[in-house]
């Protein structure tokens, strides 16, 4: 019985310091282009007017090098985030929901990955 107690006792003990360690034992999968935010911009922008038939004010968003060269020049995320003085985007459409906005920023600050 104490042997059982003992080993309970150092059981809590462990995940204890485990817990206080600051460490998580999962980890998020990170944002990528292909896995989340492609399919919000082929949604919201490539498929309506920024594609590379109709490239809207010259802006295409068909490809990752393309989405990520606008988003890290601070053209895409102001403009999704309605931002003051710039174009809101999508045009004529309601801003995108904040779940949508919330993962392009964090693809962003991320190193906007493939």
Excluded at 60 to 66: E, G
């Amino acid at each position: 019985m104490k042997k059982a107690l003992c080993i309970l006792c150092a059981g809590i003990m462990v995940i204890g310091f485990n817990a206080c360690s600051g460490t998580k034992s999962t980890t998020t999968p990170a944002i990528s282009y292909n896995g989340q935010v492609k399919a919000i911009i082929d949604a919201n922008c490539a498929s309506t007017c920024h594609n590379a038939t109709k490239p809207a004010a010259g802006i295409d968003l068909t490809t990752y090098a393309k989405v990520k060269q606008y988003t890290l020049e601070g053209q895409l995320i102001p403009a999704i985030q309605h931002a003051e003085g710039v174009d809101p985007m999508p045009k004529k459409s309601p801003k995108l929901d904040d779940a949508s906005i919330n993962t392009i920023v964090t693809w962003a600050s991320g190193g906007a990955i493939e």
